[in-house]
């Protein structure tokens, strides 16, 4: 059965991905999927046509809990899947307790990867851990110090936006003006984002950002937009469009709730046999205290 979840790896794209045109690079860019599956699927089929390969920006699960991994690669792995899919690290993904995104890195590798096409350096990051955004850093001044060449342009995918003056919700300006000094005196052609789950356009570094829409993200308001990006590279540069997917699947199913949504419920499990527990021992007490 093959997988089609797949972990991050560095270098020419055609080592590694098959490209229905050898003189063309198509990339459906995703975002925010939250463990809605069905909505992901969706997205994925219509863009099964018009890309060779698809990038989440983040946000798979909603929580970073194993089971939402195990669910998520359970999908990955029965076919349903119609595009081979790298995912990048987002805050989610990361979760909100002691694991820090270890299920994540486990399956997926390396938070930071480039992919080079042509002259063309798509180089993804781990913006969401303020505590690894100085190796992120290094990383990345590293690697353009030894890959990149005069002329290349590079696309940067992140989960979250850099600060801008459009004001679209980023990471910190700090965390964007180390950013910049890593990139400068590079030809930063466009920025991708997702994050906050709708499309915005402003500019960094004097180059267009772009955030996409979710992937099945719905529980966040209703201005939120459901749609992708399509990336589009020949060897000496890449294009970007927009796609609008209205009408996504919604979370459902009760594995979802039992397993996820509701997760922490099952505490009350051990709890409450633990309360039972005591309870026929303070019983039983009672009862010898009587018969003495």
């Not at 990867?113 to 303020?130: C, Q, T």
Request: charged share 25%.
């Amino acid at each position: 059965m093959p997988d089609y979840a797949y972990p991050s790896f560095a270098g020419p794209v055609e080592s590694k991905i098959v490209l229905r045109d050898p003189a063309r690079l198509r990339i459906a860019v995703l975002g925010d999927a939250h463990d809605n599956l069905d909505g992901m699927e969706a997205i994925l089929a219509d863009a099964a046509s018009r890309a060779d390969v698809a990038i989440l920006l983040g946000d798979a699960v909603h929580r970073g809990l194993l089971i939402e991994w195990r669910l998520f690669l359970q999908r990955a792995g029965n076919g349903r899947w119609p595009l081979p899919l790298y995912p990048v690290i987002g805050n989610h993904d990361v979760g909100f307790h002691d694991n820090k995104g270890s299920f994540f890195r486990k399956k997926f590798g390396a938070d930071n990867f480039y992919w080079r096409f042509g002259s063309n350096m798509i180089v993804a990051l781990n913006d969401v851990e303020d505590d690894k955004f100085s190796e992120t850093i290094e990383w990345l001044s590293s690697t353009l110090e030894k890959e990149s060449a005069d002329g290349d342009n590079i696309v940067l995918l992140l989960h979250k936006p850099p600060a801008n003056e459009q004001e679209i919700r980023s990471i910190s300006s700090e965390m964007s003006k180390e950013l910049e000094r890593a990139l400068e005196g590079r030809k930063l052609q466009m920025t991708l984002a997702a994050h906050n789950h709708k499309f915005e356009t402003g500019s960094f570094m004097g180059s267009p950002l772009m955030v996409t829409g979710h992937s099945g993200a719905y529980s966040y308001g209703a201005d939120k937009e459901e749609g992708y990006f399509l990336l589009e590279c020949d060897p000496e540069s890449c294009q970007v469009t927009p796609r609008r997917v209205s009408g996504l699947p919604r979370r459902k199913g009760l594995t979802h709730y039992l397993l996820v949504k509701w997760y922490w419920g099952w505490l009350i499990v051990p709890l409450l046999a633990l309360g039972a527990k005591i309870s026929r021992r303070v019983a039983a007490a009672r009862e010898n205290s009587k018969v003495l």
